[in-house]
Structures are given as structure tokens and as C-alpha cells.
């Protein structure tokens, strides 16, 4: 396996364990809603994305939105957006 495979399996690893975590909090909340914020404030998935001579600061939640995009792509995370906040469920089979 080449690096670029590598790199790819493990985000798609990574994709499936966000995944496995939505499905274990989709109980807690009204249509197995979860908030987008909590997934990424308890998984702590918010990073600074940036070099540190760059100009720009703050954590972004990039990876958060790489993995979910990749569970979308796959057809077994659903994703919605209600004003400024959003949510994230598996799909169901």
C-alpha cells in the first residue's frame, strides 16, 4: 500500500468511528437528531488548521466536516442544517 492508501484508509477508519459515536448518542435526542456541535466538542475534532506563520487563528472543525462528507458520499450519515446550528444521523438501512 502507497501513502496516499494509507492516508485514505485511515480517514475512512476514522469516518466510521464518528459514525459509530453518532449511532450511540442517536438515542438522546428528539428523531436521532445529533447536534454537530456536541459530536465535535466531545470527540474534541476542532483543530487550528493552519501553519503557524499564517495570519488566520482559531480551531475550525475541518476534519469533522471531511469525515461527515465522507459518511454522506457512503449513504450512512445524514446531515441537516436549521439556521446557524447543525445535525448529523445515521441512515437507516
Given amino acids: 500500500m502507497n501513502h496516499k492508501e494509507n492516508l485514505h ?5 476514522c469516518s466510521h468511528e464518528l459514525l ?9 435526542y428528539q428523531d436521532r437528531w445529533v ?6 466538542d466531545t470527540l ?7 501553519p ?8 475550525k ?3 469533522f466536516a471531511i469525515l461527515a462528507r465522507m459518511l454522506e458520499d457512503e449513504g450512512t450519515l445524514e446531515y ?4 446557524s446550528r ?3 444521523r445515521s441512515a437507516l438501512p
Fill in 80 to 83: 441537516k442544517r436549521e439556521g
Fill in 52 to 59: 503557524k506563520s499564517s495570519k488566520q487563528y482559531g480551531e
Fill in 35 to 40: 447536534p454537530a456541535v456536541e459530536i465535535k
Fill in 86 to 88: 447543525s445535525y448529523c
Fill in 61 to 63: 472543525g475541518w476534519l
Fill in 9 to 13: 484508509a485511515l480517514l475512512n477508519e
Fill in 44 to 50: 474534541r475534532l476542532n483543530f487550528i488548521p493552519y
Fill in 20 to 28: 459509530a459515536f453518532v449511532r450511540e448518542r442517536e438515542p438522546l
